[in-house]
């Protein structure tokens, strides 16, 4: 097939390597910046057993999954009691680890033998490509379990509507993994300083990229092929489907939505409301072996109680260039986000704004910081001073925990107490729309009106 497949031994597959692997899955965004590299401090022992620990079954444990792991160690009185995934390779790792922290987990192949055989579970963790999501979280649902299940909920809207109507039927809880939506700061610039301060003023316009450099597909350790009848009953035709399902029609929805519906979910969440339309432009111009579109770009329009708003997002995967982060921009100043505050976490006010050093008095901004120094440079033919950029001014909000953990803790809230979740299924339904209708323009060529009731179930 003229791919290029990476084939690692088992045994030499390190921490670094396995983190290395998960950035090029989209999952290296999440995890930088946090305490990674070190071990998970609240790791739960073995014998620690308290009155309100819950039981938990993680499902799919691959990159993301033990992602997932990694944060509910931290998470007091949460204990993995048993792990499933059809690869070895992904059962023995997750195993291991687990061991390694004082969880010994039963192990099992497929999920309805763990749901067969598990008795004592409260939740379930669903981590498996997207495409198998509503049968597997539907199943959990059924099975009497809370369900915290990866975003993007499916890669059909049929599939994702029948999650939620799982978790309507069962009265169980469902938290889809748009973590930024428990992220404090997340909800400190957008529920704080956009919506209760009016910090931006009207939101005139929005802005949100993901762009990746350049990447081979995922290869597999030579021992740890699956048989083709496995493979089959599975439903994946090869290896090369099975390790790159996001790039497969059947499987998963391409950049777009594997990268995009973090972000196009935050559109939505700022604006208080979904698109009204989208138009995009995309196409599969640089990989020969992948089935969904390799960069898109879309427009988005939304109409508000103020007026109306565009929001454009671009995803690329040739070029890392500017990385990734979302802008949202107002009449009066803008706020600039990322999952790495490195990339973004501040605000510029426009020199008309009303001022803003009493929101920065009562610990809501940091205070401004030293402006863009001008040019002094022969070489610049214009006035720097003209086009100079505002100072920033930093979010006073850190996260000092990987960056999934808020969102799990927030899931484990709702199961213990009561709190109300921050994705619930219906929520995550509107963005999962937005996002899989994204490619559906694309094909069209062509502006897609929505109308707000395709957003419910
Ligand atoms: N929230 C985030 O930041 C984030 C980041 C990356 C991935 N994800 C999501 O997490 C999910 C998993 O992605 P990933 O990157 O870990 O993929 P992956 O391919 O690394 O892992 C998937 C795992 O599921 C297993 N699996 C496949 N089919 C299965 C089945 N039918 N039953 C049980 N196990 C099965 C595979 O063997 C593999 O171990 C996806 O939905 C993805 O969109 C979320």
């Not at 992602?67 to 070895?88: G, K, N, T």
């Not at 409260?122 to 498996?128: F, G, L, W």
């Not at 090369?240 to 995009?260: I, Y």
């Not at 009561?418 to 062509?446: D, F, Q």
Request: aromatic residues 10%; glycine residues 8%; hydrophobic residues 40%.
């Amino acid at each position: 097939m003229g791919i290029s497949e990476k084939k690692p031994a088992i045994d030499r597959i390190t921490r670094r390597d396995f983190l290395k692997s998960s950035a090029t899955a989209g999952l290296g965004v999440a995890l930088a910046g946090t305490a990674l590299g070190q071990s998970p401090s609240q790791a739960a022992p073995a014998a620690a057993k308290s009155a309100d620990e819950l039981r938990v079954a993680v499902i799919g444990c691959g990159a993301q999954g033990r992602v997932l792991i990694e944060s509910m160690l931290r998470i007091p009185s949460v204990r993995i009691a048993a792990i499933c995934d059809i690869w070895s390779y992904s059962r023995q790792y997750a195993g291991n680890y687990l061991k390694k922290y004082g969880h010994v987990a039963n192990v099992y192949e497929d999920y309805r033998e763990l749901l067969a055989a598990e008795k004592g579970l409260q939740a379930a963790v669903v981590a498996t490509p997207d495409w198998v999501h509503a049968e597997q979280a539907g199943a959990c649902l059924r099975a009497g379990l809370h369900v915290y299940c990866e975003k993007e909920m499916s890669n059909s809207l049929d599939k994702a509507r029948s999650m939620v109507l799982a978790a309507r039927e069962t009265g169980k809880l469902l938290q889809i993994g748009h973590q930024r939506r428990s992220n404090p700061r997340y909800i400190h610039a957008i529920n704080r300083l956009i919506r209760e301060h009016s910090l931006l003023g009207r939101v005139t316009v929005a802005y949100a990229q993901w762009n990746r450099a350049k990447a081979d597909l995922l290869g597999w350790p030579e021992k740890y092929v699956i048989d083709q009848a496995t493979l089959d009953k599975y439903g994946y035709g090869s290896m090369t489907e099975f390790r790159n399902w996001r790039l497969f029609k059947k499987f998963g929805g391409g950049p777009m939505v594997d990268l995009g519906s973090h972000q196009i979910d935050l559109f939505s969440w700022v604006h208080g409301t979904p698109p009204k339309s989208v138009v995009a432009s995309g196409g599969l111009d640089y990989y020969k072996n992948w089935e969904w579109y390799d960069n898109v770009m879309a427009i988005y329009e939304f109409e508000t109680k103020e007026g109306t708003s565009r929001a454009f997002y671009q995803v690329q995967t040739t070029t890392q260039h500017g990385g990734f982060y979302e802008t949202f921009m107002g009449e009066n100043g803008s706020l600039v986000l990322s999952e790495i505050p490195q990339r973004g976490n501040w605000a510029m006010r426009e020199p008309h704004a009303p001022e803003w050093n009493s929101l920065a008095k009562a610990g809501l901004l940091l205070s401004e910081s030293v402006p863009i120094q001008k040019s002094t440079t022969k070489n610049v033919y214009v006035d720097v001073r003209v086009t100079a950029e505002a100072g920033r001014w930093p979010l006073p909000v850190e996260l000092a925990k990987p960056a999934h953990q808020p969102h799990l803790e927030n899931f484990f809230d709702a199961v213990r107490r009561g709190t109300p979740l921050n994705c619930p299924a219906e929520v995550a339904y509107e963005s999962c729309v937005a996002v899989l209708k994204t490619n559906e323009a694309v094909k069209a060529r062509r502006v897609m009106d929505f109308r707000p009731e395709q957003f419910k179930v």
